[in-house]
C-alpha cells in the first residue's frame, strides 16, 4: 500500500505491529495513530502537516548553549532561503561538527579571540569556509538576541597565496589519456569532467537520459542552475566506446552511482596509476577545460554558459591569461617577419 507522502511504517517484530511515522526531511518526526487513508490517521496527518516547526533537538539540549543555537539554525527560514543546497550541505557538516566538539558551551560567551584561533589552526581555504559558515550562524543569534554582538564581525584572515586548485596542463592530460585508453571507465570520468567543466558532484549523476539532440542537461548540484552543454565530439566518442546499462554514466564496481568523495578516492587512484602529481585533481579538470576555452578565444560570457560560473571574477583570469599569450604571439610573429639590418 502506497502511503501518503513523508509518512513511513515501522513494524515491530515481536508481535508484527505496524506504527507509522510522519519523517520530513529536517523535522522532528511525529507519530501518527490509525490506518493510513482513514478519516482519523488523516486528520492527524493534516495537523502533523501544518503545524509549527519545532527546532529539531531543542529538548535536548541546553538553552542558549552552542547546541540549542545551532538546532534552532538549522530549523529557521534563514538557513533554509540564503544559500543553495550545496552550501547547505557544506555549512551544516560545518556545524554539526562544530556542535559535536563545542555544544556544551554557552553561545553567548563565545569570545572573538576564540573564534579567530579556531579558525588559524584551519588550513587557508577551510578556515574561509568555516569563517563565512560561523558568521552566518552568529548573525542569525544576534537577530535571536542569544548575543548582543557578532564575533566574527572584524576577524580577518591571511591571504591565500596561488590560485587555488591545480589547473590540469595538455602534457598532464595527454600522459593520463595515455595510460587509460577509449573505453575504460577512468578515460570516460576524465572526458566528462574536461568537455562538460562541470563539478565532480554534477558529473557523478550525468547519464544517457540527460543527453538529447545532442545537448547535455545538467542541473548544477551547488547553484541549482539549469545549463544546456553542447557534447563535444571527443566527448560523444568515448560515450560511444563506453556503453552503459544504468542511469549515470559512471558506477562502481557494483553498477551504484558514485558519491563525491568516493569518486575522487578512485581518481585519485587512476591518475597514480598513470604517474601524475598529486596536484591533479578532479576539480583541476573543470579550471584546465576553462583554460582550453579562453585560449580557443571564447569570452568571459562564453566560457560561463558552458561551466555554470556566477560571476567572471574566476574566469577573467583565464581569459586575460589567453589573452595576453595570444598577443604576444601575434608580436613576436611580427618580430619574426622583420627584415633585420
Keep these: 500500500m502506497k502511503l501518503p507522502k513523508y509518512v513511513r511504517a515501522w513494524v515491530d517484530r515481536r508481535d508484527g505491529r505496524a506504527y507509522y511515522y510522519l519523517r520530513r526531511p529536517d523535522h522532528p518526526r511525529v507519530r501518527l495513530r490509525g490506518l493510513p487513508w ?61 556542535r559535536a566538539a563545542y555544544g556544551d ?3 553567548a560567551l563565545l569570545p572573538p579571540e576564540w573564534i579567530e584561533a579556531l579558525l588559524d589552526s584551519k588550513p587557508p581555504h577551510a578556515a574561509r569556509s568555516w569563517r563565512a559558515t560561523l558568521r552566518s550562524l ?19 584572515l591571511r591571504a591565500i597565496k596561488g590560485d587555488g586548485f591545480h589547473t590540469w596542463t595538455d602534457d598532464e592530460i595527454a600522459q593520463f ?27 557523478v549523476r550525468m547519464g544517457r537520459q540527460h543527453i538529447k539532440d545532442g545537448v547535455l542537461t545538467v542541473k548544477q548540484q551547488k547553484t541549482g542552475a539549469t545549463l544546456a552543454i553542447p557534447v563535444h565530439s571527443h566527448l560523444q566518442a568515448v560515450l560511444d566506446a563506453t556503453p552503459s546499462e544504468h542511469l549515470t554514466f559512471l558506477t562502481t564496481a557494483t553498477g551504484k552511482p558514485y558519491g563525491g568523495d568516493h569518486f575522487s578516492r578512485r581518481f585519485r587512484e587512476w591518475c597514480d596509476a598513470a604517474g601524475l602529481p598529486r596536484r591533479c585533481t578532479p576539480h583541476g579538470l573543470r579550471k584546465a577545460a576553462c583554460r582550453r576555452l579562453a585560449e580557443a578565444g571564447c569570452s568571459a560570457n562564453e566560457i560561463m554558459a558552458i561551466s555554470g560560473h556566477a560571476t567572471m571574477k574566476e574566469l577573467v583570469r583565464y581569459t586575460a591569461a589567453a589573452d595576453q599569450a595570444r598577443l604576444a604571439r601575434n608580436a613576436m610573429a611580427r618580430t619574426a617577419k622583420a627584415v633585420i639590418r
Design 177 to 203: 589519456e595515455a595510460h587509460h585508453p577509449v573505453g575504460t571507465k577512468p578515460r570516460l570520468a576524465l572526458a566528462l569532467l574536461l568537455y562538460t567543466a562541470q563539478r565532480r558532484s554534477d558529473v
Design 38 to 98: 482513514s478519516p482519523s490517521f488523516m486528520a492527524a496527518y493534516e495537523a502533523a502537516m501544518s503545524g509549527p516547526r519545532t527546532a529539531i533537538g531543542a529538548g535536548r539540549v541546553k538553552p542558549g548553549s552552542v547546541a540549542a543555537v545551532i538546532a534552532e539554525y538549522f530549523d529557521s527560514q534563514t538557513f533554509f532561503t540564503s544559500k543553495s543546497a550545496g552550501t547547505q550541505r557544506m555549512r551544516r557538516g560545518i556545524l554539526e561538527r562544530f
Design 138 to 156: 552568529c548573525q542569525f543569534a544576534v537577530k535571536r538576541r542569544y548575543r548582543r554582538d557578532d564575533p566574527t564581525a572584524n576577524i580577518k
Design 105 to 107: 558551551r554557552p553561545f
